[in-house]
């Protein structure tokens, strides 16, 4: 039975467990009732998309386990989410030619989480699998949004000076190699014109092989990988998806700030957002660099908190942390190679079509991971899955109708 657990009108308990070490390598972090019967997969397994449903829930609330982490802290009061006065229903929509409901969204695309916020309160917060409030759920390619947002905070602070400086400016050791003549803002619209395969199922591929690197953990591996590899065109000239192109990102973040990358997201949002917990995120070896392009571990209102931030155009307490109109950029169709993509910078716009979409863009992860944000609407949308494969395309129904339904209800 769907259950939904509503937030109290004055919010939640501040977070008050001990403090950890903000280097973590390999150890579950508060193993709840579901890791009695199940135990994580390994990372292999977890690509593959060869995990019974048990066995992926587990995985995905403990992705500290798959790789070493290092700790986001948070700092300071829980910010409360108010209890919205008009509380989503259930919604029937449209997908691929079927009718279907909530319900049904819910429970065939395995959602293990769903928070909807309106006007900055819960209209809806619903938990399954095995989850909870306090479950940190892994972000996959959610995790890059995060990145590009720091990205924007850098700039803003003026430790990256422009999008257009040659990649090669932070990150020296990749001259000589593909990143040559690549810029910032190439890296962060997947436009660098370096051949990439991202195929997660293909143990051929790069994003296998970047896999393969991340179990060796060893510091310096994965930009050597990166610099290794064959142009496939001009600059500009060309989208291709990258995860590999994305811990460049992180990378240059970390030289830029002369700060680790969870270190510098603590600092630049997560002390700041009134989080109710600690996140923890991937890094390449222990100690090493971030992982910018996925394995944020976060809980499901936390996620919405960071989301609420975009929604608001990147406003901390009157503060802006973002430059002028970066998330229109950063959220937007851009022109590549002549013709125009559905990608921002390491954002996903929502394509053309449905009204209720304008301007509305979204952090996706694979295996049904979610954030949509449409600020005109004043609506955040987050949704933590456990969907069989990783290509959320293979799911049973898609997700932007239920979030276009989702929006026309709370209008």
């Known amino acids: 039975m769907l259950a939904a657990v509503f937030l109290a009108q004055n919010g939640v308990a501040p977070y008050t467990r ?31 998309g060869a ?51 909530l319900f049904d969204y819910m429970a065939n695309n395995r959602v293990a989480g769903l928070l909807v916020l309106k006007d900055g309160a819960v209209a809806f917060e619903d938990y399954e699998l095995g989850a909870g409030p306090e479950t940190r759920w892994i972000s996959f390619s959610m995790a890059k949004s995060v990145t590009s947002t720091l990205v924007g905070a850098a700039l803003q602070q003026g430790l ?25 803002r190439n890296v962060m619209q997947m ?30 591996g994965i930009l050597a990988y990166m610099n290794s590899l064959p142009k496939a065109g001009a600059p500009g000239s060309i989208w291709n998806y990258s995860t590999g192109e994305t811990f460049l990102v992180g990378a240059l973040l970390e030289a830029a700030t002369r700060k680790p990358l969870a270190t510098y997201l603590s ?33 499901l209102r936390d996620y919405g908190r960071f989301g609420l931030l975009v929604q608001r155009d990147g406003d901390i307490d009157g503060q802006r942390i973002v430059p002028a ?51 005109r609407e004043k609506l955040v949308i987050v949704v933590l899955s ?11 129904m898609e997700d932007l109708p239920f979030f276009a339904a989702v929006a026309k209800a709370l209008q």
């Open 267 to 299: 600092e630049t949002l997560w002390s700041r957002l009134g989080m109710e917990q600690d996140a923890t995120w991937w890094v390449e070896s222990p100690g090493g660099m971030g992982f910018a392009g996925s394995g944020l571990g976060a809980t």
């Open 386 to 396: 456990a969907r069989p494969k990783p290509d959320s395309a293979l799911s049973v």
């Open 18 to 48: 001990a403090m950890k070490p903000e280097i973590l390598i390999g150890v579950p972090l508060g193993l709840g009732t579901a890791a009695a019967t199940a135990q994580p997969a390994g990372a292999r397994q977890v690509f593959d």
């Open 160 to 184: 990256i000076v422009s999008l257009d400086d040659p990649l090669t400016r932070y990150l020296p050791q990749l001259k000589g190699g593909a990143y040559d003549d690549v810029s910032l």
């Open 51 to 101: 995990m019974l449903p048990g066995v992926e829930v587990v995985t995905f609330e403990h992705s500290d386990t798959l790789f070493p982490v290092r700790r986001v802290l948070r700092k300071g009061p829980v910010s409360p989410l108010s209890r919205a006065t008009a509380q989503l229903k259930n919604v029937p929509f449209q997908s691929r030619g079927t009718a279907y409901d």
């Open 325 to 375: 109109g970066w998330f229109q950029q950063a959220g937007s169709a851009h022109v590549i190679g002549g013709t125009s993509v559905d990608y921002g910078y390491l954002w996903w716009p929502v394509p053309a079509g449905e009204p209720i979409h304008q301007g509305a863009f979204r952090a996706s992860g694979i295996f049904g991971q979610h954030m949509y944000i449409n600020q």
């Open 191 to 220: 436009a660098s014109g370096v051949k990439w395969n991202e195929t997660y199922t293909d143990p051929h591929s790069d994003r296998r092989k970047l896999l393969d690197i991340q179990l060796e953990q060893k510091p310096g």
